[in-house]
């Protein structure tokens, strides 16, 4: 992913709204690359800096920014973790299938 894929999903990630494969391309580049990352902390403090002025609550917002890269992160691994057991299961349960149809068939 180059800036400028990163720049463009920096308020969907701010809003929350990416899929899981986006998110994670998005979050590798911007630990490697500072000038994204500087740009999601702007556009982070001002999308929710807004939001929390009207409820007069606008402080720590560096802390929050960091705490949402890290549950995206954690989302992410869990998801993968998911779609690994899924595949871990079909194996299984196609393993299942043929062990019965020979059992089936040396009958
Ligand atoms: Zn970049």
Redesign the pocket.
Known sequence: M??KQ??KLIPDFIKGEMETRAAKQFLE??KK?P??KEELSIQFLVTVGMERLEDGDAFNLNDELSARLQMAESHIKIRQRLQRGLYYFEVIAMLIVILVMTTVVFI
């Open positions: 180059d800036c990163a720049e580049h911007v690359c000038s994204c």
